[in-house]
């Protein structure tokens, strides 16, 4: 049986990329340097598939920035104002990063991961790619893998082009079909000088084809495929992430399609595939060795591929391979030493998910038993049965409790979205505490110190209006609180890339959950409230159970909703822990929300009522006088179903991600009427230039001028700024307080003078 990979982790055993990458930025790597350690770890990944046994080994997902960012590159595509620059990794980086005077992309979540990719903007009904870079660094990468493996090893994964173009911002005239037919030839020109290195065939990746809007665009499809198909090479066409629908019956019959990855870990192509007949000569890529999940579940898998195998029938050629891209998980298992032994027995990171499915085709040498039982939960959600609808409730409306809450006079009130940078002294001290250098009282004291520092900071030299404490002794808004429950494992090298260089390490999801160290952030608030001052407010700063449990890897025994509610009850209690120390705003973050949804839109009413009942058992204990902030960032929100969920969050602050998506967000709230307090961001915290404070002003006025009122206003930055150095944060923030500052002069001029 054939083993395929489509696609594996690109930042190195220990993260060599990431360091690559941020060095380059800093100007200490030059180009070449970023580079060499580029090839190197592709060729580490395509060296380790190798070894494993893999038949056919995808290359060309590893990537400086993401597919979007290479494709647009390789098409010529870049937005007019990073087209200008001067070619080479300078506008490759600016389209993500932004650069003095030039704003980046748009971010987007990918296809219900946490993997952030851009946003390309086209503006043109057939953009023309004459000016692209090209494809020759994919043949050059290919070439070079197949110098490593053998020529009939290495199988190139290129972007499909309708995905490519739906993932777009398109305006003036621009639709997905014209934007496809204008790239196609570009596309054909690729298989063609790919076909010419005597490749086997050429992965296209079109998770598109999993969503609802794949149906509306077969036509699409069909047109593109049948001008690929001339170049001659057979595609195998990976569809990942869920099933494929509606669009089964035709997506494997597209023209030069030889065989079709599918996903048979989330939806029910299995369901699909016994109810339709296969089309002959079309390899069945059997993805049943989940991509997303740090859970081997070997005898899952070789059940259920038993079970496509029995589906399919006599004749049809199966493979075997992941559900997607393994990019999503840690690399190596080996390399965790803390992790209790009996949970590891049950874990596969990328390198251990890649000997299963060589073991699981050694395995099916064995006839197919059509009996063979899927594994699965039978589990009732008895939690969420057991919780008294009442505490879903807030105890007063909004319109009775904002009066209660804090507010600045004259409306425009400034904070930050919640972390400060953590500098390298920051991550020194914590890894000498983590090695037993330093001890644990030394580290607290330390970390006091520096919150101290951070607090007086924002409230002497800033000037902002509500404080936080600056999260200095997180890792990330996942982790922290992690470590301090029960149920949940943490992992010494797990890291997953989630943008850019930034890596994160989810923690596993073991049991059932419940705070462990109650209260969790009670501490550090008290010490930097004690520094604020009675006067000055300061944020309590928590992560919502949505989000906890979809930057997670989460059980697979109960359904996620009842994992979500169990985290709900662990964040509700800390809030009220929270309020007795005397915390008057509490922002639980909740970014996930919109991300978390299923693929299939017919399924989104289930998943966002439920996402909106985990919020609402986290936060509706909160008193009437307690002001709840939650924060959405990089995600389209324009769709009446998520903002009506916005809305019965019953959040009484929204903080949105507002300049990086061009206010996209804030629009959508605007026109459908949100009628809470609102925080748009002013500034990109993902760039390196510092925003001038006139720029923040005239959007400050856009927001006025757009009917928000300056006491439901608040103005904030698009996200935590843990990543930014220390000079770049206080800059940007200085600037923003000086951009509200004047706004909110002009405010009380007019109303006196009116």
């Known amino acids: 049986m054939v083993t395929s990979t489509v696609g594996f982790p690109c930042m190195g055993a220990k993260r060599e990329l990431k360091v690559a990458l941020e060095a380059f930025w800093k100007d200490a790597l030059p180009e070449d340097g970023l580079r060499a350690v580029f090839a190197e770890v592709e060729a580490a990944g395509v060296a380790a598939a190798a070894a494993a046994g893999v038949r056919l080994i995808g290359v060309g997902d590893a990537s400086l920035s993401g597919l979007m960012a290479d494709t647009t590159s390789r098409l010529g595509l870049e937005a007019p104002r990073h087209a200008a620059l001067p070619a080479g990794l300078g506008r490759y980086f600016a389209a993500s990063r932004g650069t003095a005077g030039v704003t980046a992309l748009d971010m987007s979540k990918w296809f219900g991961t946490n993997w952030h990719d851009l946003v390309p903007e086209i503006g043109?009904?057939?953009?023309?790619?004459?000016?692209?870079?090209?494809?020759?660094?994919?043949?050059?990468?290919?070439?070079?893998?197949?110098?490593?493996?053998?020529?009939?090893?290495?199988?190139?994964?290129?972007l499909g082009p309708v995905t490519y173009a739906s993932s777009c911002d398109l305006s003036g005239g621009a639709t997905v079909a014209s934007v496809v037919a204008a790239i196609t030839p570009s596309y054909v020109e690729a298989l063609r000088a790919l076909a010419a290195t005597g490749v086997p065939?050429?992965?296209?990746?079109?998770?598109?084809?999993?969503?609802?809007?794949?149906?509306?665009?077969?036509?699409?499809?069909?047109?593109?495929?049948?001008?690929?198909?001339?170049?001659?090479?057979?595609?195998?066409?990976?569809?990942?992430?869920?099933?494929?629908?509606?669009?089964?019956?035709?997506?494997?019959?597209?023209?030069?399609?030889?065989?079709?990855?599918?996903?048979?870990?989330?939806?029910?192509?299995?369901?699909?595939?016994?109810?339709?007949?296969?089309?002959?000569?079309?390899?069945?890529?059997?993805?049943?060795?989940?991509?997303?999940?740090?859970?081997?579940?070997?005898?899952?898998?070789?059940?259920?591929?038993?079970?496509?195998?029995?589906?399919?029938?006599?004749?049809?050629?199966v493979a075997v391979q992941p559900s997607c891209t393994l990019a999503h998980l840690p690399?190596?298992?080996?390399?965790?030493?803390?992790?209790?032994?009996?949970?590891?027995?049950?874990?596969?990171?990328?390198?251990?998910?890649?000997?299963?499915?060589?073991?699981?085709?050694?395995?099916?040498?064995?006839?197919?038993?059509?009996?063979?039982?899927?594994?699965?939960?039978?589990?009732?959600?008895?939690?969420?049965?057991?919780?008294?609808?009442?505490?879903?409730?807030?105890?007063?409306?909004?319109?009775?409790?904002?009066?209660?809450?804090?507010?600045?006079?004259?409306?425009?009130?400034?904070?930050?979205?919640?972390?400060?940078?953590?500098?390298?002294?920051?991550?020194?001290?914590?890894?000498?505490?983590?090695?037993?250098?330093?001890?644990?009282?030394?580290?607290?004291?330390?970390?006091?110190?520096?919150?101290?520092?951070?607090?007086?900071?924002?409230?002497?030299?800033?000037?902002?209006?509500?404080?936080?404490?600056?999260?200095?002794?997180?890792?990330?808004?996942?982790?922290?609180?992690?470590?301090?429950?029960?149920g949940y494992a943490a992992t010494t090298a797990?890291?997953?890339?989630?943008?850019?260089?930034?890596?994160?390490?989810?923690?596993?999801?073991?049991?059932?959950?419940?705070?462990?160290?109650?209260?969790?952030?009670?501490?550090?608030?008290?010490?930097?409230?004690?520094?604020?001052?009675?006067?000055?407010?300061?944020?309590?700063?928590?992560?919502?159970?949505?989000?906890?449990?979809?930057?997670?890897f989460p059980r697979k025994d109960i359904p996620r909703r009842a994992q979500a509610l169990q985290l709900a009850a662990a964040v509700r209690a800390e809030v009220a822990d929270l309020e007795a120390a005397g915390a008057r705003i509490i922002q639980v973050d909740e970014p996930a929300l919109r991300e978390g949804l299923p693929l299939k839109r017919h399924a989104w009413d289930a998943a966002l009522t439920a996402a909106t009942r985990a919020f609402r058992l986290a936060t509706c204990g909160a008193a009437a006088g307690t002001q709840i902030v939650t924060h959405i960032c990089y995600s389209d929100w324009a769709d009446a179903a998520v903002l009506a969920a916005l809305d019965a969050l019953d959040a009484d602050v929204l903080t949105v991600e507002n300049e990086r998506s061009g206010g996209a967000a804030l629009t959508a709230l605007a026109e459908a009427g949100y009628a809470r307090d609102l925080a748009p961001g002013v500034f990109d915290i993902h760039s390196d230039v510092v925003p001038a404070a006139d720029t923040m002003r005239a959007r400050v006025d856009a927001f006025l001028a757009a009917g928000l009122s300056p006491e439901r206003l608040w103005v904030v930055p698009d996200c935590g700024q843990k990543t930014a150095s220390p000079a770049l944060a206080e800059a940007s923030l200085t600037a923003m307080v000086s951009a509200a500052t004047a706004a909110r002069a002009a405010c009380h001029k007019a109303a006196v003078t009116a």
């Not at 290919?142 to 009939?152: E, L, M, S, W, Y």
């Not at 923690?507 to 604020?532: K, L, N, Y």
């Open 124 to 158: 043109v009904p057939s953009p023309s790619t004459a000016g692209g870079a090209g494809w020759g660094d994919l043949v050059a990468r290919v070439r070079t893998a197949q110098q490593a493996v053998g020529v009939d090893r290495v199988v190139p994964i290129v």
């Open 201 to 317: 065939e050429v992965q296209m990746h079109e998770p598109t084809l999993v969503t609802s809007a794949a149906a509306d665009a077969r036509p699409v499809y069909e047109a593109a495929y049948k001008e690929l198909a001339t170049a001659g090479v057979g595609m195998h066409l990976v569809a990942p992430y869920d099933d494929l629908g509606e669009s089964f019956e035709w997506a494997p019959r597209l023209p030069g399609v030889t065989a079709v990855g599918l996903d048979f870990t989330t939806g029910d192509n299995l369901g699909l595939l016994r109810k339709s007949k296969w089309p002959a000569g079309v390899r069945l890529g059997a993805g049943v060795v989940d991509g997303r999940s740090v859970w081997a579940e070997a005898d899952a898998a070789a059940a259920t591929l038993a079970a496509v195998r029995a589906a399919a029938g006599p004749g049809v050629d």
């Open 331 to 486: 690399l190596d298992l080996a390399a965790e030493r803390k992790l209790p032994a009996e949970l590891t027995a049950r874990l596969a990171f990328a390198l251990q998910k890649v000997d299963l499915l060589v073991k699981l085709a050694a395995a099916s040498a064995e006839p197919p038993r059509e009996g063979a039982a899927l594994l699965g939960s039978s589990m009732d959600d008895t939690i969420a049965a057991a919780i008294d609808e009442a505490l879903f409730s807030r105890p007063a409306s909004f319109a009775e409790r904002r009066p209660q809450q804090f507010t600045v006079p004259g409306g425009l009130g400034t904070m930050s979205i919640g972390s400060f940078p953590q500098t390298p002294a920051i991550r020194r001290l914590r890894a000498a505490f983590k090695a037993g250098r330093l001890p644990a009282a030394d580290y607290t004291s330390a970390l006091d110190a520096a919150t101290v520092e951070c607090v007086l900071l924002q409230r002497d030299t800033l000037g902002l209006d509500v404080l936080v404490h600056g999260e200095l002794e997180r890792t990330d808004m996942v982790e922290f609180f992690a470590s301090k429950m029960h």
């Open 494 to 552: 797990g890291w997953v890339r989630s943008v850019g260089s930034l890596c994160v390490r989810p923690p596993i999801v073991m049991g059932d959950v419940s705070r462990r160290d109650a209260p969790m952030t009670v501490r550090e608030w008290r010490v930097a409230q004690d520094a604020a001052g009675p006067d000055v407010p300061v944020k309590g700063m928590l992560t919502g159970p949505g989000t906890l449990l979809a930057w997670s």
